[in-house]
């Protein structure tokens, strides 16, 4: 069974205080590895896509990477607006419509 | 340009009445999915359109729940007779399909169901 799992579930950082947020996931032939941001009352914002084991790909502060049972999302220097769920899917080889399988999301609050 | 809009953003209910929820995707965007995100979890998937076409309704809870689209634009989402645990935010989405590659899904803002 496809599944995804997110950890840790709440995240509490001081600002410039850097992390990594991770995403375990066992899936039958990964055909991507989704992240998204969702700030509270909002639907989720896309930020990244990986397809294969050693891509990395960056955005300002964040930095995601992909390995073949993992990602993580790296935080750098992090500042109050970086405050957000963050979600993580993946899409299945055995499912040709595209749908993603999200984990439970880690709620990242970035302090002064 | 414009995003994914959904209609109404909120919606409050008694038990055992109707309800519908409107999507309208990104223009151009021939894939339609609706997901579901009850409070504290993550989003489940409900149904997929290609097109008008829903080839994957897999994960509809119960023939309580149906949908259409038209015009390869809007969707409709139809719950029946709702129970409380029907309370959630209906999420939409959009993408591009081309082939066999499908691309990034742009959500909406949701419409958050209660039902009393």
């Known amino acids: 069974e496809d599944q995804v799992t997110q950890s840790p579930e709440a995240l509490r950082l001081q600002e410039g205080e850097s992390s990594s947020l991770n995403c375990s996931y066992t899936?039958?032939?990964?055909?991507?590895l989704f992240w998204y941001r969702q700030d509270p009352g909002k639907g989720p914002e896309f930020l990244f896509t990986?397809?294969?084991a050693g891509e990395e790909k960056e955005k300002e502060r964040l930095k995601a990477t992909l390995t073949k049972k993992e990602s993580f999302l790296h935080i750098t220097a992090p500042k109050p607006e970086d405050s957000a769920t963050y979600l993580c899917?993946?899409?299945?080889?055995?499912?040709?419509?595209?749908?993603?399988?999200f984990g439970q999301g880690t709620t990242l609050q970035v302090k002064p | 340009g414009a995003g994914v809009s959904q209609s109404p953003s909120n919606k409050v209910t008694e038990k055992g009445k109707d309800v519908e929820l409107r999507c309208d995707p990104i223009?151009?965007?021939?894939?339609l999915y609706w997901y579901r995100q009850r409070l504290g979890q993550g989003l489940e998937f409900l149904i997929y359109?290609?097109?008008?076409?829903?080839?994957?309704k897999s994960g509809l809870p119960s023939d309580r729940f149906s949908a259409e689209r038209t015009g390869e634009s809007v969707s409709t989402l139809t719950i029946q007779r709702t129970q409380q645990e029907d309370s959630a935010v209906y999420l939409c989405?959009?993408?591009?399909?081309?082939?066999?590659?499908?691309?990034?899904?742009?959500f909406g803002p949701g419409t958050r169901l209660t039902v009393l």
């Open positions: 899936v039958s032939g990964l055909r991507g």
């Open positions: 989405a959009s993408s591009l399909a081309s082939g066999a590659l499908y691309n990034e899904q742009f």
């Open positions: 359109f290609q097109g008008n076409s829903a080839p994957d």
């Open positions: 990986l397809y294969s």
């Open positions: 223009s151009g965007h021939t894939a």
């Open positions: 899917a993946v899409r299945s080889g055995s499912s040709n419509t595209g749908k993603l399988i």
